[in-house]
């Protein structure tokens, strides 16, 4: 594909600058990498990034860190998705900046952000905006954030993947393990050993991780209130539903309505 070519050719054709980039170039591309980091910061709307063995969900003032030579690809489904991209060059700096992973957006970073705000292109090492960008990136292992940890694990099993996409648009329905291996044709333990195998995680932690997921979508892009999405993806406990929400998004719904701007 002539963009994706074009996207890492951008990227990657001046090995020692850090780049800073704002068009969405790398939105619904197919599956790429390049030889810079990338820290990939998401405002407004929620953002999908795909690898080979998870999909990570970037919400609204969130950032993921993706280290050099790391396949990925990324999708949105909203419209006020806005996302900044600094590409950072190669060094071998080890332990945080060698592992993927989405963390909120802090003060510091924010303020760190908005002065550079209009910045775009390549900056050199002896530039003070190098120096100002490798500082930013230097204070992200600092902060000792914890992960945001909602990452859907993926599979090529037919069989599963006909089972787990059924689910999104049955999210209000009665779920349950024994009901969906009696609708799928399997018995209860050959349905609990395909998740364990295949995904590496219960029926009820995958089902769990979705129903948060489209709470996040329905918090951004509707009206409803919150009793209304719990409803709406199979909560009749409100209380439930937020402390869910918060186990695995470190937020109160009404905390994540506020940060993504609804």
């Given amino acids: 594909m002539d963009i994706l070519k074009q996207l890492i050719n951008i990227v990657d054709q001046n090995p020692d600058s850090i780049m800073v980039m ?40 969130h950032y993921i860190w993706i280290p050099k030579n790391y396949p990925h690809n990324l999708m949105f489904n909203t419209k006020d998705l806005y ?5 950072f060059p190669e060094e071998t700096t080890g332990g945080f900046y060698d592992e993927l992973g989405i963390y909120p957006v802090s003060k510091l970073v924010s303020e760190m952000l908005s002065f550079s705000e209009k910045w775009q292109g390549d900056y050199y090492k002896g530039s003070w905006e190098f120096e100002f960008l490798s500082t930013l990136k230097g204070a992200l292992s600092k902060e000792n954030l914890k992960k945001f940890s909602i990452q859907l694990p993926t599979t090529d099993d037919e069989r599963l993947n006909s089972i787990i996409n059924s689910f999104r648009n049955r999210l209000n329905e009665n779920l349950t393990l ?29 089902l769990k ?14 009206d409803l209130n919150m009793t209304e999405i719990a409803y709406e993806i199979g909560y009749s406990n409100i209380s439930a539903f937020s402390n869910n929400f918060h186990q695995m998004t470190n937020m109160r719904p009404t905390q994540f309505k506020e940060v993504s701007g609804a």
């Fill in 22 to 61: 704002r068009q969405q170039m790398e939105q619904r591309l197919p599956a790429h990498q390049h030889g810079k980091a990338q820290l990939l910061l998401v405002y407004g709307g929620i953002a999908y990034l795909q690898t080979e063995e998870k999909d990570f969900y970037i919400p609204s003032n």
């Fill in 83 to 87: 996302i900044i991209n600094i590409y």
């Fill in 178 to 206: 024994e009901i969906t291996s009696k609708q799928s044709g399997m018995s209860v333990r050959s349905l609990t050993r395909l998740f364990q195998t295949k995904l590496h995680i219960t029926f009820v932690q995958y």
């Fill in 209 to 222: 991780m979705l129903r948060i997921i489209r709470a996040m979508e329905l918090i951004k892009d509707t």
